[in-house]
Structure formats: structure tokens, C-alpha cells
């Protein structure tokens, strides 16, 4: 049977992980890699032959850029920007990950809506990775938006302190954003 990564191919009362298998939730067994799933009963173990080479995340402290793709008062859904660099791993390519409202600073955010906005340009760090998702902080002077748009116009924003200026309207956001926004270079 061909499998995709996340899939549950079995349960930790029949199977124990093999190659290219986790455990999901302490009773689902998930591929970890697109490919066959064999199943072994005697040995009672769960792999996955691979069938291509996928790329896999880098663990927690990884730091990647991605784009807003949606928010709700609780989380962002941030579409991962694919690259490899010296200070960047490897990301696959229509990868997303999910930016939970605790995770964005210090101290109390209401809604990650007055932080972030779809179609930010924003510079994170993984704190988790599994075959079910990955996990986000901004929380750091170099994490945050990078580059964003005023949400009355859409024209470009212009940092201005700790707030974001629209160039065109003059329409001023708050913002969570990196040390170094708009200016291309990490710190």
C-alpha cells in the first residue's frame, strides 16, 4: 500500500516504528516519508520503503521565513518559504507550518491579528516538528515580520520605532516585528 508522510498505516498495539514510521499521539503509527508501507506480523514492526528521496525538517532551532497564509485570534498558518543557505536549512516545498498566539513574544497577545496580517513576510524558529506538523515562535528580537503591507491600501510599510508606517496612506499598525525589518540582513 502506497503511504504520504502524516498518514496513520497503523496502531502501537500491533506494530511497533520502523523506518520511515513514527508514533503520532501515543497510539497511532504515522509515515514519516511518501512510499510503501510494510507491514511485518511477525516482527510485529511498521516501515516505509521509501520510494523518493524527501527532504525532511530540521528540528527545533531551525530558523525559517515564510509567508502569512492566514490568521485567526489563535494561530497563523505560515507557508514556508523553500531555501537552503548557510544560516537556513532546507525547507520542502509547499510546507506549512502553524504559529500558535503564545508563542509570538513575551507577555500577553490578545489575538495574533494585531501582530501579524496575510501576506506578511516573516523570519521564525521551529520549536517542534512531527509527522503531524510543524510548530513556530517570533518570539526573539531577529524573529517577526520582515516585510509587510498596510492592510487599508496594501501599499509597502515603513518601520517606524516598534510600529509599522504605511508609505503611501500614512496608515500606522502595530506589528511583531524582527530587529531588522525591511532591511534584508539578519542580525
Not at 94 to 123: M, Q
Request: aromatic share 6%.
Amino acid at each position: 500500500m502506497f503511504v504520504m508522510p502524516g498518514e496513520t498505516v497503523a496502531t502501537t498495539e500491533e506494530y511497533v516504528p520502523g523506518y520511515g514510521v513514527a508514533e503520532a499521539n501515543g497510539e497511532d503509527l504515522v509515515a514519516t516519508n511518501i512510499g510503501e508501507l510494510e507491514l511485518d506480523p511477525e516482527e510485529h514492526i511498521a516501515k516505509v520503503k521509501a520510494r523518493t528521496r524527501v527532504a525532511r525538517f530540521q528540528g527545533p532551532g531551525t530558523i525559517v521565513i515564510g509567508v502569512v497564509a492566514k490568521t485567526t485570534d489563535d494561530v497563523a498558518i505560515i507557508d514556508l518559504i523553500p531555501m537552503k543557505t548557510a544560516n537556513f536549512a532546507f525547507i520542502p516545498t509547499g510546507a506549512s507550518a502553524i504559529l500558535h498566539v503564545s508563542n509570538v513574544k513575551p507577555g500577553y497577545v490578545k489575538s495574533i491579528k494585531t501582530e501579524f496580517k496575510v501576506g506578511d513576510i516573516v523570519r521564525a524558529k521551529i520549536i517542534e516538528s512531527t509527522p503531524l506538523g510543524v510548530k513556530l515562535t517570533t518570539d526573539g528580537k531577529n524573529l517577526g515580520a520582515l516585510l509587510t503591507n498596510c492592510s487599508r491600501c496594501r501599499a509597502s510599510m515603513a518601520r517606524i520605532g516598534a510600529r509599522v508606517k504605511c508609505t503611501s496612506c500614512g496608515w500606522v499598525e502595530d506589528r511583531k516585528i524582527a530587529y531588522d525589518y525591511g532591511t534584508g540582513r539578519e542580525i
